[in-house]
């Protein structure tokens, strides 16, 4: 199929459904998801956004001010703490209990508001790494129209882009647990280290890239095509001071350059 017919086959999708809660972080595929599912069903669509220590506040505004712009009914839910023993002690199997946790008042969201369907932003990408978060959604009835209809997230990057959806071509971002190794705990503090380290490299000019927490280390990941660009701009001094003053002791780049998911290498 090709991502038309793919887009074609998601609205058709949407539109045998009354309504639709959509779980929008304001990533490259929620927002498409979102915008797609206004179109089809006007305002029967409800956008839930999670505001919790796990997200940058970037990312909460981004999504406020896209819902307020597309006139999408918008709730955020504040999670002050994900009190959850094996969140916080960052196993493996974390997003799993994450996943079920936020999901879980979503649901709560809908239910107040009369809303039997739930959706999510997965594409069909994220069938090839390593999600325990995908078999929550699963357990508690969340539908992923985006992988239903078989889009990559290439192709959502090239129908965003197409359909003037500002997110075309927006960083992939995950959230900050993500930047900390596995069973090496969880704390305000780590996440609060990695969201302004990343936040100052993108004022630098750089966007797709990660601040990875090895404890005293900060390990950045750059496109390849941005490591000498880091090296020789001068950014690579001012990044190691600004992320010293933050308690790293260390900075260091990565050779092998950003990819996602690189924490699932030790697994």
């Known amino acids: 199929m090709t991502p038309i ?28 998801l979102l915008k797609i599912a206004k179109d089809v069903l006007n305002e029967n669509v409800l956008a839930v956004t999670v505001n919790a220590f796990i997200h940058t506040k970037k990312e909460i505004q981004e999504s406020i001010n896209y819902a307020s712009e597309i006139y999408v009914k918008h709730t955020v839910i504040h999670v002050n703490d994900i009190n959850i023993k094996e969140f916080i002690d960052n196993l493996p199997e974390r997003c ?27 594409n069909i990408d994220d069938l090839s790494d390593f999600r325990p978060g995908m078999k929550a959604l699963k357990e508690l009835g969340i539908m992923s129209p985006l992988k239903e209809a078989g889009l990559t997230k290439q192709e959502i990057r090239d129908l965003s882009k197409m359909l003037d959806i500002p997110t075309w071509n927006k960083p992939s971002f995950a959230c900050l647990a993500s930047r900390i190794p596995y069973n090496h705990k969880i704390t305000p503090q780590k996440l609060d280290m990695i969201e302004k380290s990343e936040e100052y490299i993108s004022q630098l000019g750089f966007k797709q890239f990660r601040v990875r927490h090895h404890g005293e280390i900060a390990r950045i990941e750059l496109e390849q095509n941005e490591i000498l660009k880091f090296l020789e701009s001068g950014s690579s001094d001012k990044v190691c001071k600004y992320l010293k003053s933050l308690g790293f002791s260390y900075v260091t780049i990565d050779l092998m350059g950003y990819r996602t998911g690189s924490m699932n290498e030790v697994l």
């Open 5 to 32: 017919q793919k887009l074609k086959l998601l609205k058709n999708n949407l539109s045998k459904l009354d309504n639709l809660t959509v779980a929008f972080s304001g990533g490259v595929d929620s927002t498409f």
């Open 96 to 122: 799993y209990f994450c996943k079920k946790e936020i999901f879980t008042k979503i649901i709560e969201i809908s239910n107040e508001n009369d809303i039997n369907n739930i959706a999510d932003g997965s």
